[in-house]
Structure formats: C-alpha cells, structure tokens
DNA sequence: TGCATATCTGAACAGGCGTTCATTTCAAAG
DNA sequence: CTTTGAAATGAACGCCTGTTCAGATATGCA
C-alpha cells in the first residue's frame, strides 16, 4: 500500500489528521484505535508516530485548530452597526460556520473529557473567549437599550446551544435551506434577546 | 469487599447500575471496562454478567430506563389551560427534570453512538416522542394565534437545545438559585416561541 | 444438622491496545 | 551510479479488553 503518488509525504500528515478527525466524530476517540486509522490511510500503525507523538495529541490537534479557525474566521466576518445588527451576524455566522464542519464540531463537543487536563485548559479557554463575543454583543446591546434580555450570561448560553443545536438535526437537501434556516434562527435569537 | 450487609444481592444489582452510571457519565461508555464497574460496585468482573448479559445491554438499559421516566414524569405533570401555560409548565418541567438528572442526561447525548443499531433505534424513538409533546405545544399555541413562531419545528428544536443547555454550565450553589433560571429561561422561551 | 440454591471468585480465552524500534524501501541529490 | 535520508514496515513490548466457567463460599430452609 501506501504512497500511489508524489511521495516524501507533505501528503500523508493531513491524510492522518483527516481519517483522524472522520473516525473520531464517527465512533469516539476512545472507541478508535490507532491501527484503525493508520487503515484508513493506507499504512501500518507505527507509521503514525512520524505524524504526531501520540493519539492524545492527535486529538487535541484537531480541537485547537477548529476553535482558532471558528476565532479567526470570526475576526474576519464584517462586523454590523448596531447591537442588533452585530447579534444577527453572530447567529448568521455561527450556524454557518458549524454547519460547514459537522465532525470538527461533534469531536469539539463530544470529546472535551478525553483531553487530558492541559490540554482541557487551553480548549476550554478557546471556547470561552468565543462565547465572549457573543457576551459582549448581548452586553452592548443592553447598554444601548436595543435588547431587553433579563440575564446577559444566560441569555448567552441559551443563544449558543439553541444555535449550535442546528447541527444536531440539519440535513443537506432537507425542508429547509440553510438560508431560511438562518433566517428564521436569528429570529428566534433577536427575541430571545429582548429585540 | 463484596457484601457488608443484607446479602442476597437484591441489592448488588442497583449498585452494578449506579456504578456503570457514574462511570460511563464520566469517562464515556467506551473508556470504561467491566472492571473498572466491578471494582466500584466491590466485585471481580465476572460477577457483573449475574446482572447484565453483557456491557452493551448495561448502557442500553441506563438510556431507555431514563427516557421512560422521562416520559412518565411529564405524563405525571399537571398540564396548563393555555398553550402558553402549557410552555411555561413544560419549560420549567425539562430544566427542573434534567438538572436533577445530570449523569443520566450527560449519558442519553452522548453514548447514542455507541448503541447498536435495535438499541438505537428505540432510544431515538423515545427521545422523538419527548419531542413531540413540545412540539403539539407550539402547535396549538399556533393554531390559537398565541404563538407566532415562524416555523413549529424549528422552533422544538430550538427550545429543546436551549433549555437542555442549562444542564452544561448550571452549578449547584451558583449566581443564580434553580427558580430564578426556570423563570428567566421560561422568558426566553416565551419569546422565541412568539408569545 | 444437612441440603439446595444463589452469589461470587479467579483463572483462562482469544484478541486488541498504544507505542517503540531495528530493518527495509525507494526517490532524489551529488 | 552511488550515496543519503526520509518514509514505512512488521514484529515485538507489556498490558488491558469483554466474556465464560469450574469451583469455592455462604446463606435460607427443612
């Protein structure tokens, strides 16, 4: 097996992250072993340890880079005008974003208790500052007299789960297009929010 | 260590769920070994199987065993005359049920993977169910024109992720008391439901 | 007291685990 | 055409897996 084409592999590290990443939201990163996904690439398991040093930081390889991806993709969305504007683009945004990348977001969710406590630490803070973002927006708004949302932090947590939530049921070439879901998500957001 | 007291093991069984319960709930059905149970319950491993025919049936168990007194604790509720009452029951009802519950509801998200296909399929039939009772909800709030959610499923859905959030970052003893979140989420519901 | 029965042990089974490493393979560079 | 060195193999390491079962243990009943 193993190299078909181009060889000195620049292409088998991502093959590694990829059948990683599919294997892991499919079964469980403690369900997957290490000679299952040097399968999928087309190579014996020792071959991996060329690739990363163990399965562990395999794992959170996978998480760090989808929570800097979700916090620069972020930093580059346009920002709106007022509050209201802001928190539609955040919810667009968000459930955008998600939708694009089912498994990195299932193994982000799904997996925090297989990360080993330093690695927990440096997710778990990814993860806050993001709902940051959506705190500060909720906050400004409520600054400004737009939004009317009796708690901020749990106004916050609750827009973030009923977004994220998309993911648990969305299916391409379904009822809805993603657009109308957008649409009527931010609806259901901005009045969650007191708008 | 085995029996203390009692014998006869009408009590070794329960002990065999609490211990699978707390174990799977904290490292994940696949992590955890029949040893591991074992040990917690003060047992060699080959004494589980007087219990359990086997790992997977032990899980299965924990799930549908959840979703039934799931549905008989909201069958068992006093329902609302209006729509919106009936939402505010059922609110209030989902977030004082599953906080009481946290491993229970951690295992029922989480370990749906790891459920063979039959098990599967009567979990996710059970949890459907759960669903619908919210769903005819927003249904008859709309066809008595007290909801103006724009689309009924989507709005489930929604209500569903948000609410069953709170189990993610609630802290007994925390800011805020469990009343004072039931009621400020009970808002945010209203209000995304369009009431 | 002794018998029957439920409970549990401890060893065994066949196989899988993450990881290491001496050895082989093979394309590119000199 | 040889040398170099990265890439991959395949065997081995010690340990753990779910499950079975013959045998030991302890209890409740006659």
Redesign the pocket.
């Known amino acids: ?3 078909k084409t181009g ?4 292409i ?1 590290g991502p093959l590694v992250r990829e059948a990683a990443q599919r294997l892991f939201a499919r079964y469980g990163y403690a369900a ?5 996904i ?1 399968a999928e690439v087309g ?5 991996l ?2 690739y990363t040093p ?3 930081t395999l794992l959170f390889n996978l998480m760090k880079t989808h929570l800097e991806e979700l916090h620069s993709a972020w930093a580059a969305e346009p920002k709106g005008e007022t509050p209201q504007d802001r928190l539609e683009v955040f919810s667009r945004f968000h459930i955008r974003f998600h939708l694009d990348r089912p498994e990195e977001v299932f193994i982000a969710y799904m997996e925090l208790r297989n990360l080993e406590p330093e690695n927990f630490a440096v997710i778990e803070s990814l993860r806050r500052a993001y709902e940051a973002e959506l705190e500060s927006i909720l906050s400004d708004g409520h600054t400004a007299e737009e939004f009317r949302a009796p708690d901020i932090r749990l106004a916050t947590m609750a827009i973030i789960a009923m977004l994220t939530g998309v993911n648990t049921w969305y299916r391409e070439g379904g009822r809805l297009s993603r657009d109308r879901v957008e649409r009527i998500y931010c609806d259901m957001v901005r009045r969650a929010a007191g708008a």
């Open positions: 097996m193993a190299r060889s000195h592999s620049d088998t997957v072993s290490m000679r299952q040097a190579v014996q398991a020792g071959a340890y060329l163990d399965k562990q």
